[in-house]
């Protein structure tokens, strides 16, 4: 259950963060209501998520390395920002990153 809830701490930061490419200095109401409620829904999530008991520098490891690869993902395959191979290396090295801090952690 906690990753179910992990899961939807990190979608909501995404559509939160993908949100804001449309605001447009805050002149488009609609993604901006999305930025909010992305925002906040996923501080509410990740909350959920240290209660449940995975340590906060795991979730959060968890939470922003995942939710960043998936932003430069979506970005580049549906936004038509570009990704070069620096960064296809960083998103390597994040996911590597995660499965380190899981694998080394007592559950």
């Given at each position: 259950?906690?990753?179910?809830?992990?899961?939807?701490?990190?979608?909501?930061?995404?559509?939160?963060?993908?949100?804001?490419?449309?605001?447009?200095?805050?002149?488009?109401?609609?993604?901006?209501?999305?930025?909010?409620?992305?925002?906040?829904?996923?501080?509410?999530?990740?909350?959920?998520?240290?209660?449940?008991?995975i340590p906060v520098g795991a979730a959060y490891a968890i939470w922003s390395g995942v939710g960043v690869a998936l932003v430069v993902l979506?970005?580049?395959?549906?936004?038509?920002?570009?990704?070069?191979?620096?960064?296809?290396?960083?998103?390597?090295?994040?996911?590597?990153?995660?499965?380190?801090?899981?694998?080394?952690?007592?559950?």
């Amino acid at each position: 259950m906690v990753y179910i809830v992990l899961a939807l701490a990190i979608l909501s930061e995404v559509l939160g963060t993908i949100s804001l490419r449309f605001v447009e200095g805050l002149s488009k109401p609609l993604p901006l209501l999305l930025v909010v409620l992305g925002y906040g829904s996923a501080f509410i999530a990740l909350s959920r998520v240290l209660k449940m008991g995975i340590p906060v520098g795991a979730a959060y490891a968890i939470w922003s390395g995942v939710g960043v690869a998936l932003v430069v993902l979506i970005g580049t395959f549906f936004l038509n920002e570009t990704m070069t191979l620096v960064q296809l290396l960083g998103i390597v090295l994040i996911i590597g990153g995660v499965v380190a801090l899981e694998a080394g952690g007592a559950h």
